[in-house]
């Protein structure tokens, strides 16, 4: 494994993995949105709650979320009475959006976000949250959080938390291999330089 380790072309290999590798890894952490991978939230319905949820107190509901891409997201509501996912608009500003809550055309979309960002005041004051059946969502890689109507909804990226998971053993391994296999080619060639000199010598 030493010997292994301490060739040139070995290093040169581990070193290139292990940069690329942690590029790579900051970039998927540091995203603002895990596109196309799913958002989860499961909870029991308490007493406050059931209204504004629409449920019975008591039952299991569960959320999920897909963000397609900075337009669209697929939602599906599952309860005691089952639920079908629904494709819906979305706005994104930074690391908040919110959903459009009406059935709409791409034409009448693109119109809408234009009179919205036409409007400084009303564009700002929607990502304060005062924007009329609009509650504001804040997004990562790991997790999409919003209070509707004085409900906590915490959601979480398990693919992502995963993938930071396994990936970040993968690049600690990479990062020490590349620091061993520098060692043993640094000390191969001191160690043949050296030799050389003594026969040199003699």
Not at 29 to 35: D, G, H
Not at 49 to 65: P, V, Y
Not at 135 to 147: E, G
Request: net charge negative.
């Amino acid at each position: 494994m030493k010997k292994f380790l301490s060739k040139m072309s070995v290093m040169i290999v581990f070193l290139s993995l292990a940069v690329v590798g942690l590029v790579f890894y900051i970039v998927m952490l540091a995203r603002p949105v895990s596109y196309g991978m799913t958002y989860s939230w499961s909870h029991i319905v308490t007493e406050e709650e059931s209204e504004i949820l629409g449920q019975e107190a008591g039952s299991e509901m569960n959320m999920t979320i897909k963000i397609k891409n900075d337009r669209k997201m697929e939602q599906t509501m599952i309860s005691e009475n089952g639920g079908e996912p629904i494709e819906v608009w979305i706005i994104r500003n930074g690391n908040q959006f919110i959903m459009i809550p009406v059935t709409m055309t791409e034409e009448e979309y693109e119109t809408q976000v234009e009179a919205l960002k036409a409007d400084k005041d009303e564009w700002n004051a929607l990502w304060a949250g005062e924007g009329e059946g609009m509650p504001v969502f804040n997004v990562n890689a790991f997790s999409i959080k919003v209070d509707l109507n004085g409900v906590d909804i915490d959601m979480t990226c398990t693919g992502a938390v995963v993938f930071a998971s396994v990936f970040g053993a993968i690049e600690v391994a990479l990062i020490t291999f590349a620091i061993l296999s520098t060692i043993f080619f640094v000390k191969s060639n001191k160690n043949t330089t050296g030799q050389t000199i003594s026969e040199t010598n003699v």
